[in-house]
């Protein structure tokens, strides 16, 4: 049984450029979670994904978007690159029983703005 | 606001010593609370988990947890590390199915 997968493993990118990054949940997941870990820093919430929904959003600009497939598998997008944006994104995934959810996280894609 | 707050940020220990990670948190209403591992060069990994029930949790590797309420803590503890317990541990905190929160991080290295 794969876990959380995501790609790419890692990203180069320059300021001002747009970047989507993917994950697929493990199986028999649907809601789907993205985080930004700063360096020396906890995973910081940015939004969840349940049913090809925005369910809840974290402190994070517009710039940041996502989306996710009838497969449950998602992207993050994030639009107009700031060097500040550099971090590792994490995906996590979650199965339907809401009262007891545990995140499983993928092994994140690291995100360097030049 | 929804908070959690690790205490110690590096920590020290020779192989065979006591662990002890604290953690407190802020939350409003049922809380789940979590410890999460980096180990170098790999993802986060679920240690242990608390829901509900008994308030002294065991997790994987010998880990175990206690959740006192009267003083919004879940620290984590084991009697004896190792040298592969070195790695990043993160307290967590949510209501239900959302968001996650997280602390800071403890950075923990095992000398042998």
């Known amino acids: 049984d794969a876990g959380v997968t995501q790609s790419p493993t890692h990203l180069i990118k320059t300021r001002g450029q747009q970047v989507t990054l993917r994950c697929s949940p493990k199986?028999?997941?649907?809601?789907v979670s993205w985080y930004q870990q700063a360096l020396g820093q906890g995973p910081q919430f940015i939004f969840q994904?349940?049913?090809?929904?925005?369910?809840q959003r974290g402190n994070f600009p517009d710039r940041f978007s996502g989306h996710q497939f009838p497969n449950y598998s998602s992207e993050l997008n994030v639009n107009a690159l700031l060097l500040g944006d550099s971090a590792l994104y994490l995906c996590?995934?979650?199965?339907?029983?809401?009262?007891?959810?545990?995140?499983?996280f993928g092994p994140g894609t690291r995100l360097t703005v030049l | 606001a929804q908070s959690v707050s690790q205490h110690n940020h590096h920590v020290i220990l020779s192989e065979a010593a006591s662990l002890e990670l604290g953690c407190n948190y802020s939350?409003?209403?049922?809380?789940?609370l979590f410890w999460y591992v980096q180990y170098p060069g790999q993802h986060l990994q679920l240690l242990l988990k608390?829901?509900?029930?008994?308030?002294l949790v065991k997790g994987i590797k010998g880990f175990e947890a206690e959740f006192i309420k009267s003083k919004f803590s879940f620290n984590l503890r084991k009697p004896s590390v190792q040298w592969s317990d070195t790695a990043e541990y993160f307290c967590?905190?949510?209501?239900?199915?959302?968001?996650?929160?997280f602390g800071i991080g403890t950075k923990l290295q095992v000398i042998p």
């Open positions: 996590a995934s979650s199965r339907p029983d809401r009262t007891t959810d545990t995140q499983y």
């Open positions: 994904y349940y049913e090809e929904e925005e369910r």
């Open positions: 199986s028999g997941h649907d809601t």
């Open positions: 608390y829901f509900s029930g008994d308030p």
């Open positions: 939350y409003g209403g049922t809380v789940n």
């Open positions: 967590a905190a949510s209501g239900g199915y959302q968001k996650v929160t």
